[in-house]
C-alpha cells in the first residue's frame, strides 16, 4: 500500500476534469496559437479562454497575463525585469526573511550586480511587521517582493497593508502567489499588486505551466524581457505557448474558484483536528501564526528527535516533507524555521502537513497515531537527549 499523500505543498495530482480538458490539444486540437489559419486560431481561442479564467480569479485583465513555465520563471521575470526596467529610479529592494528560494536568490544574483537588497526579518509568528517596513522603505526603492503564502508554515502576509504602504509612495509590490492561488481569495487591485508570480501544479493543475500578473493600468509596470526571440507574450516572454498546459492550467483555476469556499472550511476543520492529536506529545510547537495561514497547512517542530530518523520511520505510511521540496536535498536547517527563532535542531526535526482535496478524517488520525508512536520509539531510544526548547 502507497503511503497516504500529506505533501500538497510540494504539488497535486492532476484533476481528471484538468485532464480531460487538456487531451485534445495533444492531438486533434494540435495548432500553434501563433499560427495564422483554422488551426492555430483554434489553439488561440483555448489559450485565451484560459487567460480570461485566470485574470477573473485574481481580479485582473486578460492582458495582464503572461504565461511562463512556473512560478521561478514568473518570479525571476517580475524581479530581475522590473529592477532591470526601473534603474532610472533607483536600486533599492526589499524582501523577507522567509521567502522561496526562487525570490531569495535573484534578489542576490541583483544584489550582486550592484543593487541594495534589505531582508526584512518576521516575527515568531512568521508575519512582517509593518513598522519594520515602513522603515526600511526609502526614496530610491523600486520595489518590494512578499509572499502571499507561505509554501512552508502557510502564513498569509498583509498584502492590502503592505500594498497600501507601496502604492503611497509608488514602489511597485511583487507578490509570490504560488501556493495562494485558488486556496484564498485574491484580488490585485484591493490588495494594490503589481506583479504576482502563479503557477498550476499546486491546485490540481499540470506542472510546468504557470503566468505572471503585469499591471498595465495605474500604474504601467515595465518589465525588461528574460527571454527574446518571437515575440510572444506581449514580447515579455517568447516562445511557442503550450496549449495543453495553458487549457488545463485554465480548468484548475476554474474548478478551486468554485470549490474554495468549501474546501477551504473542510481542510481547516480536519488541519486542527489533526493539531488537537498531536497535542498529546509534549515538546512539540506550532511553527507560524495558528490563524492567518492556509486552511491546509499545518508545520510542526518536536523536541527530543532527530529529524532524519522521524521522517524515516514515517515514511512507509505518510509521505511528507520537513520544508520545501526545492530544497529538500540541502543539508542547512529550513531558512525560513530559523528566521522565526527555531534552533537548528528543533527546525531539522520539523514536519509539514499539507492537506488536500481527496485528505480524509480517518487518513489524518492514521497519520497522527503514526507520528505520536515514531516520536515516543525514538524518544525511548534516546533516554538522556535534554528537552528541546521552543526556540
Same mark, same amino acid.
Given at each position: 500500500m502507497r503511503?497516504?499523500?500529506l505533501d500538497h505543498h510540494a +504539488? +497535486?495530482?492532476v484533476d481528471p476534469q484538468v485532464l480531460a480538458a487538456m487531451l485534445p490539444y495533444f492531438s486533434a486540437a494540435f495548432g500553434n496559437p501563433g499560427s495564422a489559419h483554422a488551426y492555430g486560431w483554434e489553439a488561440e %481561442? %483555448?489559450?485565451e479562454q484560459a487567460r480570461e479564467i485566470i485574470a477573473a480569479a485574481i481580479a485582473a485583465t486578460p492582458e495582464e497575463i503572461i504565461f511562463t513555465s512556473g512560478a521561478t520563471e514568473a518570479n525571476n521575470l517580475a524581479l530581475i525585469g522590473a529592477a532591470e526596467a526601473n534603474l532610472s529610479r533607483g536600486r533599492h529592494l526589499v524582501t523577507i526573511a522567509t521567502e522561496h528560494s526562487a525570490v531569495l536568490a535573484p534578489c542576490r544574483y541583483l544584489e550582486s550586480l550592484g543593487f541594495e537588497l534589505t531582508v526584512l526579518p518576521v516575527q515568531p509568528d512568521g508575519l512582517l511587521d509593518l513598522m519594520q517596513l515602513e522603515q526600511a522603505l526609502r526614496p530610491d526603492t523600486i520595489l518590494v517582493s512578499a509572499m502571499a503564502a507561505n509554501n512552508?508554515?502557510?502564513v498569509l502576509q498583509p498584502l492590502a497593508e503592505i500594498g497600501a504602504r507601496c502604492r503611497d509612495r509608488g514602489i511597485l509590490l511583487h507578490t509570490d502567489a504560488a501556493q495562494a492561488l485558488g486556496k484564498i481569495p485574491l484580488d490585485v487591485e %484591493?490588495?494594490?499588486i503589481d506583479l504576482m508570480s502563479l503557477t498550476a501544479h499546486k491546485l490540481y493543475g499540470p506542472k510546468g505551466i504557470g503566468a505572471l500578473y503585469v499591471r498595465r493600468r495605474q500604474p504601467r509596470v515595465q518589465l525588461a524581457p528574460q527571454l527574446r526571440g518571437g515575440g510572444q507574450e506581449r514580447g515579455l516572454r517568447s516562445g511557442t505557448l503550450y496549449p495543453p498546459q495553458i487549457v488545463g492550467f485554465g480548468k484548475a483555476v476554474e474548478i478551486s474558484q468554485a470549490q474554495m469556499a468549501t474546501e477551504a472550511a473542510r481542510a481547516r476543520g480536519l488541519r486542527d483536528r489533526l493539531w488537537a492529536n498531536l497535542q498529546v506529545l509534549p515538546d512539540i510547537y506550532r511553527n507560524g501564526h495558528p490563524e492567518q495561514r492556509l486552511p491546509s497547512n499545518l508545520n510542526v517542530s518536536i523536541?527530543?528527535?532527530?529529524g532524519s530518523a522521524l521522517l524515516l520511520g514515517l515514511r512507509s505510511v505518510v509521505a511528507? &516533507? &520537513?520544508? &520545501?521540496?526545492?530544497?529538500s536535498a540541502g543539508t542547512a536547517p529550513s531558512h525560513v524555521l530559523t528566521a522565526l527563532?527555531? &534552533?537548528? +535542531?528543533l527546525a531539522y526535526a520539523s514536519l509539514r502537513f499539507g492537506l488536500g482535496r481527496n485528505t480524509t478524517a480517518d487518513q489524518l488520525e492514521s497519520v497522527a497515531a503514526a507520528v505520536i508512536t515514531t516520536v515516543r520509539s525514538l524518544r525511548q531510544a534516546r533516554p538522556a537527549a535534554t528537552p528541546a526548547t521552543t526556540f
Open positions: 503511503p497516504i499523500y +504539488t +497535486t495530482p %481561442a %483555448a489559450v512552508e508554515i502557510g %484591493a490588495m494594490s523536541g527530543g528527535v532527530d511528507l &516533507s &520537513s520544508g &520545501s521540496a526545492c530544497a527563532g527555531r &534552533s537548528p +535542531t
